[in-house]
């Protein structure tokens, strides 16, 4: 039973922009760590723009120790990735952080927990009871994604701007609860199914890193289907159980 707090951060780099995935990875990390120090940036306002400062911060020392790797392994960077460079990366942004309820005491019948997220893009968190969706976040049908959704920045140091346009949520989960964490590829897919609570029964099959390629190649089976995008897909299950 989850007795302290828990956070985590799911990014989805943005293809088009050069080492997106790296800042995604650097971004993802950073969101998770300031979910657990400050968890009132889930709020808004002033201690997400501090997040958001922080994040971006971190990114010209990853850079400048990449670009030294690169360097000293013969592979400096070719003049069209300068470019590319400058311009940044850019990622999606979905940050949760989980509490056990204060009023949850050891003399309740049942215990509780209070999730709170936030959100830059389209990657989804999804909250699951008896298999059927309880909350959808930010997205919440299949026809809300698009081509452009909006993205975290490496060089964007407009930390008020970033907080205007993310978006926040919370709810309360009890025992057997889930919460369903998705980038856009596979949380469309979700969105779309006819059969929810079939697709959450398919999810479930996957449960920890031991059944890494089986996911691999049920996702190459929807892909194959064209059920499913081809895109890079994360996936990330939070399951409550009680004493």
């Not at 081809?230 to 990330?236: E, I, Q, S």
């Amino acid at each position: 039973m989850l007795l302290e707090p828990l956070t985590a951060g799911v990014c989805d780099g943005a293809t088009e922009s050069a080492l997106a995935k790296d800042w995604a990875r650097l971004l993802s990390h950073a969101a998770a760590a300031h979910a657990m120090d400050r968890p009132d940036l889930l709020a808004g306002g002033t201690p997400f723009e501090e997040f958001a400062s922080s994040a971006v911060a971190q990114w010209e020392p990853w850079l400048a120790q990449y670009t030294q790797a690169r360097d000293e392994g013969g592979r400096p960077l070719k003049w069209y990735e300068h470019s590319k460079v400058a311009e940044g990366a850019y990622a999606t942004l979905l940050m949760v952080r989980v509490d056990p309820d204060s009023d949850s005491h050891s003399d309740a019948p049942e215990p509780s927990w209070r999730w709170r997220a936030a959100a830059l893009g389209d990657s989804c968190l999804f909250h699951v009871r008896d298999n059927r969706l309880v909350q959808a976040f930010p997205v919440l049908t299949v026809e809300e994604f698009g081509t452009t959704p909006d993205l975290f920045s490496s060089r964007n140091h407009d930390a008020a701007l970033l907080a205007r346009r993310a978006r926040f949520s919370d709810g309360r989960c009890r025992p057997g609860d889930r919460l369903l964490l998705m980038t856009d590829a596979l949380a469309a897919w979700f969105l779309s199914a006819s059969d929810q609570e079939d697709a959450v029964r398919q999810l479930l099959e996957f449960a920890g890193p031991d059944d890494l390629d089986e996911f691999r190649i049920w996702l190459s089976g929807l892909r194959e289907c064209r059920e499913l995008r081809n895109d890079d897909v994360a996936f990330v299950r939070i399951d409550f159980e009680g004493r």
